[in-house]
């Protein structure tokens, strides 16, 4: 296991590092559009006064043995939803089972569940769910979407992460703070509507699927390292076992050679 998880985290890394610095880009983007432009030019730009229903989409695995992984996660994910408070209503879309499974025995309601996604995910797969996202938050069914997933730091560190997704000038980052005396305002054509109706579904579907990709890579190398801890475990064991093993042979051994001379010596009297 432990080798076929190293397999599968080296092609989950490559996916990781190659979609990076587009998708970095791309909420780098989001957020100066935000900070730079007037909110109200598109319905996923726009706050709501109010916080009374929250959509958390939360990104687990679909298998266990993966260490911390899944536990991390979900247990960052509910302090923040207590964080949020008992008025807020609180549904999720889960990719992953054991996301699923752990929403279930919170109590909190599931709008959506999808499995397979998380090996070897395809942007296709990603669409859909991101797709749905969208439209619940233009419809107004939800005031905010939260996207609680696991960051791949290095193959021995995995951060779990809560942001807020929706609406998309929610969360701006120090970066794009030091970059507010730099850029200006931005020139839309053919107009502000067209080009952001377009454009911003595209990027929530960049930062979805960069966020599967990075639980992945994050899965599989919890995984590994699990898994290399327990053979190191068992190696220990073996030796220890081995070795009681030894000194009871040894102590069986020794005491029938006693019983031989005993045996002998009584003869001999």
């Known amino acids: 296991m432990e080798l076929v998880s190293a397999s599968k985290m080296r092609r989950a890394i490559n996916a990781v590092l190659a979609s990076r610095p587009y998708s970095k880009l791309a909420w780098s983007t989001v957020q100066s559009i935000g900070k730079h432009t007037d909110t109200s030019l598109h319905p996923l730009l726009q706050r709501r006064d109010k916080i009374k229903r929250v959509?958390?989409?939360?990104?687990?695995?679909?298998?266990?043995?993966?260490?911390?992984?899944?536990?991390n996660i979900i247990r960052k994910t509910?302090?923040?939803i207590n964080t949020l408070g008992d008025k807020v209503e609180i549904q999720t879309v889960?990719?992953?089972?054991?996301?699923?499974?752990?929403?279930r025995r919170l109590k909190f309601p599931i709008m959506a569940s999808f499995i397979e996604i998380t090996n070897n995910t395809k942007f296709e797969e990603v669409l859909p769910i991101a797709s749905m996202v969208i439209d619940e938050f233009k419809k107004g069914s939800f005031d905010k979407v939260m996207l609680s997933y696991t960051d791949f730091v290095s193959t021995i560190t995995q951060l779990p992460v809560v942001m807020d997704l929706l609406p998309l000038c929610a969360q701006l980052d120090d970066e794009t703070d030091k970059k507010e005396n730099?850029?200006?305002?931005?020139?839309?054509?053919?107009s502000p509507n067209q080009v952001l109706d377009?454009?911003?579904p595209r990027l929530v579907e960049t930062?979805?699927?960069q966020s599967v990709l990075e639980s992945a890579a994050s899965e599989h190398?919890?995984?590994?390292?699990?898994?290399?801890?327990?053979?190191?475990?068992?190696g220990e064991m073996i030796d220890e076992?081995?070795?009681?093993?030894?000194?009871?042979r040894q102590a069986g051994i020794t005491q029938e050679i006693a019983e031989i001379s005993s045996g002998k010596a009584a003869l001999e009297q």
Do not use: H, W
């Open 207 to 209: 930062i979805m699927y």
């Open 94 to 103: 889960c990719i992953g089972k054991r996301g699923a499974d752990a929403m």
């Open 182 to 190: 730099t850029m200006g305002e931005y020139t839309f054509e053919p």
């Open 221 to 234: 190398s919890s995984r590994m390292m699990a898994m290399r801890s327990a053979s190191d475990a068992a």
């Open 198 to 200: 377009y454009m911003l």
């Open 78 to 80: 509910r302090e923040k």
């Open 241 to 248: 076992l081995t070795f009681t093993f030894n000194q009871a």
């Open 55 to 71: 959509l958390l989409v939360l990104v687990t695995s679909d298998r266990g043995l993966a260490g911390g992984f899944n536990t």
